[in-house]
C-alpha cells in the first residue's frame, strides 16, 4: 500500500480498498466531531439519541427504538461513536460494514445515523443539547461511574445542556437489572431519568457479544 500510494506498479488484486468518505474521515481523524447520514444542517438539539457500538445492532436495540418511538411520537437517530471510552478507536472499513449492515436493515424507525468522536455522554451533551438519549439500565450505571469523569462535573454538564435519559431493562446473569437497587444511580442523575419497567417492554439477555460469539 505504501508503495502504491507512491505511484510504484503494485499487485493489489488480494487487497480490499476502500475509497473513504471524506467528511467520515474527518471524524476519524479528530478533524470532525459529528458527522450525520443524511445530513440533519447542524440541529442536534432535541433528538432522541441511541448510542451504541451496534457490533451488531440486534432485535433488542430495534425493539427498545419503536417502543420509545411509540411513548414519545419522536424520530430516533442512532449515533455510532468511532472513540468509544471503552474500546477500541473504529477504523474506516468496520464504520463501513456498520453503516452497511444498518442500512441494508431499511429500519423506517431510525431518521438519521450520527458518527462521532464524543466518547463519553457528558461530551455527547456538548453536541446534541436538549437530547433524550436512549440507554440500557447497565449503561446508565457506568454513567454514574466516576472513572468516566468527575461526576460533579458529569452531572452538571446534563443539566446545563438539559439532557434526559430513557432507560430500558436487560437480563443480566439470569435476572433482570429490574431488580437492581436504585441506589446504584446518583440521585440527580435519577431526576433526570425516565426508567421503563418490563411492562413497557420485556428485557433481553440478547446482547451483540453474544451474537459474535454465536451463543
Not at 431510525?110 to 438519549?133: D, M, R
Not at 461511574?145 to 460533579?152: E, M, V
Not at 452531572?155 to 437492581?180: A, M, P, Q, Y
Amino acid at each position: 500500500m505504501i508503495a502504491f500510494s507512491c505511484g510504484i506498479e503494485t499487485d493489489l488484486s488480494d487487497v480490499d480498498i476502500f475509497k473513504a468518505d471524506q467528511d467520515i474521515c474527518n471524524v476519524v481523524l479528530g478533524f470532525k466531531k459529528v458527522h450525520s447520514i443524511p445530513n440533519v444542517n447542524n440541529s442536534y438539539k432535541n433528538r432522541i439519541i441511541f448510542s451504541g457500538a451496534f457490533n451488531p445492532i440486534h432485535e433488542q436495540h430495534i425493539s427498545m427504538i419503536k417502543k420509545v418511538k411509540e411513548i414519545k411520537n419522536l424520530p430516533v437517530d442512532l449515533e455510532l461513536c468511532v472513540r468509544n471510552v471503552d474500546k477500541p478507536a473504529l477504523n474506516y472499513k468496520e464504520i463501513d460494514n456498520r453503516l452497511n449492515f444498518i442500512g441494508n436493515l431499511n429500519l423506517d424507525c431510525v431518521e438519521a445515523i450520527h458518527l462521532t468522536g464524543c466518547s463519553t455522554f457528558a461530551e455527547k451533551s456538548i453536541y446534541f443539547p436538549h437530547a433524550q438519549f436512549l440507554v440500557g439500565w447497565d449503561t446508565l450505571v457506568r454513567i454514574c461511574d466516576p472513572k468516566y469523569g468527575k461526576l460533579d462535573e458529569v452531572i452538571d454538564c446534563f443539566v446545563r445542556n438539559k439532557i434526559k435519559f430513557l432507560v430500558f431493562h436487560r437480563i443480566s446473569n439470569g435476572e433482570s437489572t429490574e431488580k437492581d437497587s436504585l441506589d446504584r444511580i446518583h440521585p440527580e442523575i435519577l431526576k433526570i431519568s425516565e426508567i421503563f419497567g418490563s411492562d413497557v417492554l420485556n428485557p433481553s439477555d440478547i446482547s451483540s457479544t453474544k451474537i459474535r460469539k454465536g451463543e
